[in-house]
């Protein structure tokens, strides 16, 4: 567990002396709030829906930012085989890295909270939505780190690790939508549906927590944490 917090201190040490980290926080919540706020407006309804609506696009460009130098910084700045020879297990690096971005995803979700209070004085707000639709942000942007993350893993580049975790995120994202389930047969429509990350948000940005939406998003951050181990452990072979 010491190993670990190590891991995680360093990353978060290496991310807030970057102004990257500054530069996302700070694009992110000004984006966030002006397309809130230009919608509440016209909707008429002191909701947190049009945020968390919004917020799966946001994620989609805006994530991959974190993660695309991950691996690929280490790799290209040959810093890769130094990490691989610490008194730390693959298992424990990874975790290092996932829970420092997660950690980093928790901290900028936070920051959004002065809008809940802004949207609680235009009228009654529904705090169970909100508490689900934050819960059901965060697991999403876990699974979209933790896939970023393993993306990182297969390439010393960063351009290349961005685009190719922002095309994978973009495709779960509407690979349920009727664009896409319009050309399918009918009987796989329900399996895709179950696959789009979106369609497990959507209940909880409701108001719902459904066990199923959390285990599939547990499950999805722990397959793609796994192929992260694998990618690892085939490098170091």
């Given amino acids: 567990m010491n190993t670990i917090l190590t891991l995680i201190k360093k990353e978060l040490r290496d991310v807030f002396a970057s102004p990257i980290a ?19 407006f016209f909707v008429g309804e002191a909701s947190m829906r049009i945020f968390f ?40 690096i990874i975790l290092g890295k996932l829970l420092s971005s997660f950690i980093f ?20 707000l529904d705090s169970g939505q909100v508490v689900c639709g934050y819960l059901g ?22 351009i290349i690790a961005f685009i190719l975790t922002v095309l994978a995120l973009f495709f779960s994202y509407v690979m349920a939508e009727p664009i896409v389930t319009g050309y399918l047969p009918r009987f796989v429509i329900p399996t895709v549906q179950y696959m789009s990350f979106n369609q497990h948000f959507i209940s ?3 108001g719902v927590v459904d066990s199923r939406d959390v285990i599939y998003f547990l499950s999805t951050v722990f397959l793609f944490s796994y192929f992260n181990f694998v990618s690892l452990h085939l490098r170091k072979s």
């Fill in 137 to 158: 942000i965060f697991l999403l942007g876990c699974c979209y780190l933790t896939i970023g993350l393993f993306i990182s893993s297969l390439t010393k580049n960063q």
């Fill in 204 to 206: 909880m940005a409701r």
């Fill in 53 to 92: 609506g919004w917020l799966p696009v946001i994620f989609i460009v805006f994530l991959p930012t974190i993660t695309m130098g991950k691996w690929a910084e280490e790799k290209k700045s040959g810093t890769f085989e130094l990490l691989m020879t610490m008194p730390a297990s693959d298992w424990q």
């Fill in 22 to 40: 500054y530069v996302f926080i700070t694009v992110f919540l000004v984006l966030s709030f002006w397309l809130y706020f230009s919608g509440v």
């Fill in 105 to 124: 995803l928790l901290i900028t979700l936070l920051l959004t909270v002065p809008l809940v209070v802004s949207v609680s004085f235009l009228g009654d």
